[in-house]
């Protein structure tokens, strides 16, 4: 992708990352990366305590808000009690 397309892709897995270590007392997580088209894919997949909320207020809603100007996507899914999976989409632009 292009060089700000991957740095968007690396500060979203070290965020999420982050994330896990400080919240989601996880004691495995993945970063999974393909591309599909003219998407980039990134998921982040850890076995914590699950329930982060992007309307929460949370450090999620910036992240979002930061691929949403680059016309990517957040999509979390976390249920309480967990897992965490965690999928951005970001355009290529090679």
Do not use: C
Not at 14 to 34: C, F, G, M, P, Y
């Amino acid at each position: 992708p292009a060089p700000a397309i991957e740095g968007i892709a690396y500060f979203t897995v070290s965020e999420l990352l982050q994330n896990i270590s400080k919240h989601a007392r996880a004691t495995r997580a993945s970063v999974d990366v393909w591309r599909i088209e003219n998407r980039l894919m990134l998921q982040v997949v850890d076995d914590g305590v699950g329930g982060a909320d992007v309307s929460a207020g949370s450090g999620l809603a910036g992240l979002a808000e930061r691929l949403d100007a680059v016309d990517g996507i957040l999509v979390v899914d976390s249920a309480p009690g967990g897992p965490t999976r965690i999928t951005a989409e970001l355009p290529w632009r090679g």
